[in-house]
């Protein structure tokens, strides 16, 4: 075999066997096929794309190359998000969960392209622990009812790897490598019920519904043939969720949240999200589950949670702090916002290093930008639509102040755009 | 501007601006831009394609990455071929037409993907200068009307950077990119009239007639726009060419060629590129040109031009060698050769290490395969279709032997499918 007629095949729009994709895949993990071979195998499988069994081999292989967990009959919920602009939503839907009393574990990934990871955000958190062995995730889980790690725990490390890499090749917008990346991972994990936070819209990775739906098709059948219940939350994601962008400012906003002085939008998605994981789980109606999420928050469990989960895993909440420079964008007229460029604001959040351009890039956990005012609202000419905190790299102003569209209809920000449920048998 | 956008402009099939092709080719070639990224970009290009505009666009950045050749008032013609399994009529063909007192200056490459390049036959000649400086070239070019030289000489450098990473990458075969990379150089190098050997078949990187047509006529575009007379001899490449396949072996046997010695193919298209670009340089009947060629040919003229070639840059023509270890592989039945699988052949060569297969492999100049018969002759069971030389990696007799197809009808091997003139006026 050669890693040559492999790419070539793929590029041909032709199948490629298990035992190709091994060599391809697991060849890259040992280093014997380098970089630059795995991103143009990688283009050539975003554009040309894979067929199911591709994908369920696939999946397999990046399970394989590295641990399961299991902890026999001791069952566990996981939640992913496709990732979003200012997306904080696992900060807050871990802690009411476990607040219920279900178990969590939910191992987060790094900034994919444009959107930040919950890693980055977790980081940017002194002393906080993201890489825990086995037996402290079991002891956390069964403890605390609630552990957030890095994926490091030799989890799916092919994974990683390629992550990483698809980052920094424009190849991260490919729903068959996204179904896989995601599944691969939660299927190793071992969680027996897991929610998907679908994000759709030009700031995330999928950018309409159609897609949607695909992935979320296609990631539904990998979760049948490993046995899973998979369901989908399909989330808008034209705007930013939430005020924030960047990762410590992210983190103070989850705080706000859990202490129910959270945004409209921020707060209504962290219940919904919580809700599925609690019907799945308890298997008890939807709007029951709802109330559940609701009294956790809102009674400060949650919350409670949350300090209980930053302790134990050696985290110093009060060491958030912002950039000192900060850059305050003004409206130029009065009117309503009628949209927020989610895309162009995490592009612009990256470029003054709140994210990665290449995989040796630092981030910068103080800097963000953070909005004053969501989509709905009225705001007059003069004032300040968002404030940005930066270090070294100075902000474009210009197209930042380009994301905002002002208008003088009203219109309504539709967040929840669909819901796709698991096989309940 | 970013170089993830860029990439992911041309994944999404949308035109690259001549801003944004110089910021993604020039960067790469400023180190700014990394391997995998230019790999990922370059998959895109070769699924995607690019158009006219970009196509021109990217032949200016090409050129202007180095120096340009041009000797006011002086002459000269250029000879190209896209690469073939056996090729080596460079060497037969530059001798020819300098014999006719026409200076050829040609500049060549390394192997691309499963094909030679004359840079690597040249380089199994002891001592033979494959660098000169401009001087040193306009001062042969005037002396022996004959320059090979390896494309190193400051022209189109970005082109020979590109080259490399497009044959570890299976990004070779793009119509796009052959026009472009040959373009380049060919405008570069300052010549007039060019003659391109456009090879087709399943050992070249044209794999059809229908993309050798679009091929030619995006070349012959190029040229228009960049002031150059360019025809093409569209060459049949199902078969290998001539009876050799490895450096030091084919200098070998154009030497017999050079002699009168040679096999009829390789002998025919020889003299048929030959011809082409006596009858574009002096504006003459092509008839007429062939009857000076076969004349230069007959006569020993070339072959003494080859000498002089070789000393003129230091070569040491009696140390070519073949590996000491041989594998005769014998035909298993009686009855006519109807093809000679030249890509398999290729693949196979390469694996002995007659070819790259990553940037950084070092080629055996003398391992290769050399063919006992050719397409349409009898064979009879047991006798000896081919012998492999080789050093350390032994080669495949199994995969060689399926190379050649053996029936009971005879059939003809038609070399020179088609001719594209130049616009003369």
Partial sequence: MNILEIINKKKNKELLTKEELSFAFNGYDKGDILDYQMASLLMAITINGLTEEEVFNLTEIFIESGEKISFEGFDYVDKHSTGGIGDKTTLIVAPIVAACGIPILKMSGRGLGHTGGTIDKLESIKDFKIN????????????????????????????????????????????????????SKKIALGAKNIVIDLKVGNGALVKNMNDAYLLASLMKKIGTKFERNVSFIISNMGNPLGLTIGNSLEVLESIQVLK????????????????????????????????????ALDKGLAFNKFLELIKNQDGILGSLTRAKNEMVIYSQKTGYITSIDAYGLGVEAKNIKAGRATKEDIIDYQVGIELHYQVGQLVKEDQPLATVYYNEVKPNEEKILKCFKIENEKIENKLILGVINYDSN
């Fill in 132 to 183: 825990l062995s086995i037996e402290e995730i079991k002891e956390s889980l069964i403890k605390n009812k609630i552990v957030l790690v890095g994926q490091s725990a030799n989890i799916a490390p092919l994974d990683k790897k390629i992550y990483l890499l698809r980052d920094v090749t424009s190849t991260v917008e490919s729903i068959d490598l996204i179904a896989v990346s995601i599944m």
């Fill in 260 to 295: 129910g002085n959270g945004a409209y939008d921020i707060t209504n998605l962290s219940l919904v999200l919580s809700a599925k994981l609690i019907e799945m789980h308890k298997k008890i109606d939807f709007k029951e589950a709802f109330m559940m999420a609701k009294n």
